[in-house]
Nanobody
Framework: QVQFMESGGGSVQAGGSLRLSCAAS????????MGWFRQAPGKEREGLAAIDTDGTTSYAESVKGRFAISQDNDKNTLYLQMNNLQPEDTATYYC????????????????????WGQGTLVTVST
């Protein structure tokens, strides 16, 4: 059974940084199309970043230049480095996989995601 376990969330002040981790298990490898999305209370899910099977990364405009996605395939772990966090970044963050890789190749379409974890909460205060 595919499982993703996110960690690393917490409370920070505006301008601070956090590094999220996502440990994959259950026979899934992080060298697939993997990504991060978030959901704030009362809002729709928002795709943030993706890393394709060849290592190509892509970002939503809202986080470009501040967030960086990476992976350690030996550890089967996905990461999201988040810098210069702002109150509008407050949300629950999830890692996910798209077996078909569409999520990684433009648009961050939520409907193509096949599985994701329970999420980790990030709270940014002023």
């Amino acid at each position: 059974q595919v499982q993703f376990m996110e960690s690393g969330g917490g409370s920070v002040q505006a301008g601070g940084s956090l590094r999220l981790s996502c440990a994959a298990s259950g026979g899934v490898a992080t060298r697939n199309c993997m990504g991060w999305f978030r959901q704030a209370p009362g809002k729709e899910r928002e795709g943030l970043a993706a890393i394709d099977t060849d290592g190509t990364t892509s970002y939503a405009e809202s986080v470009k230049g501040r967030f960086a996605i990476s992976q350690d395939n030996d550890k089967n772990t996905l990461y999201l480095q988040m810098n210069n966090l702002q109150p509008e970044d407050t949300a629950t963050y999830y890692c996910a996989i798209d077996w078909g890789a569409t999520y990684c190749r433009g648009g961050f379409y939520m409907r193509y995601l096949d599985a994701w974890g329970q999420g980790t909460l990030v709270t940014v205060s002023t």
